[in-house]
Antibody, heavy 121, light 112 residues
């Protein structure tokens, strides 16, 4: 069955870096783009951007340019999100979600379980 | 950026009632290819969001037919007839027509 399994919770200090992963299974990894969504505690969903799993090209929403990097380990069907120079406001749950390229499959039909990243001194 | 405004912010309901959620966009969501990429997601407490509706009115596999999406242009509605306990949670609309993609602020469906 199709699954997106994300890595475990992280506790970091301000200024540190974190890398979280999203391992896909049950489908051809390169057939679907991977998107990232942030949810701060008690808040709504915020779209961060996406990575083309076929070409590796990332696209970032403006608020996530600079300290955020999307990457792939395509051989392992895994998408990664790295955040550097962590700030308190990065405390959030981060979801990965797959999205088809077009047509009927152009929607977030499967989501990871989310990774809680806590930034605290 | 496209702003999606959801109303109400909270919708108290009695089980078995109908609920209606509005999602209004700051600009038309009709893509140059003629499609309208407006989606609805439900996030139950402690869970990841789950897809309900895509391209305005298409129910995702397994979504009960009591969920009905409608609308056009910049004005969209999600109706839930005969609310059941498993329908409670926060509903988000999402647009994928324009970059950056954006979510609405959410509507919490809760018991009266």
């Amino acid at each position: 069955q199709i699954q997106l399994v994300q890595s475990g919770p992280e506790l970091k200090k301000p200024g540190e870096s974190v890398k979280i992963s999203c391992k896909a299974s049950g489908y051809t990894f390169t057939d679907y783009a991977m998107h990232w969504v942030k949810q701060a505690p008690g808040k709504g969903l915020k779209w961060m951007g996406w990575i083309n799993t076929y070409t590796g090209k990332p696209t970032y929403a403006d608020d996530f340019k600079g300290r955020f990097v999307f990457s792939l380990e395509a051989s392992a069907s895994t998408a990664n999100l790295q955040i550097s120079n962590l700030k308190n406001e990065d405390t959030a749950t981060y979801f990965c979600a797959r999205r088809g390229r077009n047509g009927t499959y152009y929607r977030f039909d499967y989501w990871g379980q989310g990774v809680m990243v806590t930034v605290s001194s | 950026d496209v702003v999606l405004t959801q109303t109400p912010v909270a919708q108290p309901v009695t089980l078995g009632d109908q609920a209606s959620i509005s999602c209004r966009s700051s600009q038309s969501l009709v893509h140059s290819n003629g499609n309208t990429y407006l989606e609805w997601y439900l996030q139950k407490p402690g869970q990841s969001p789950q897809l309900l509706i895509y391209k305005v009115s298409n129910r995702f596999s397994g979504v009960p037919d009591r969920f009905i999406g409608s609308g056009s242009g910049s004005d969209f509605t999600l109706k839930i007839s005969r609310v059941e306990p498993e329908d409670l949670g926060v509903y988000y609309c999402f647009q994928a027509t324009h970059d950056p993609r954006t979510f609405g602020g959410g509507t919490k469906l809760e018991l009266k």
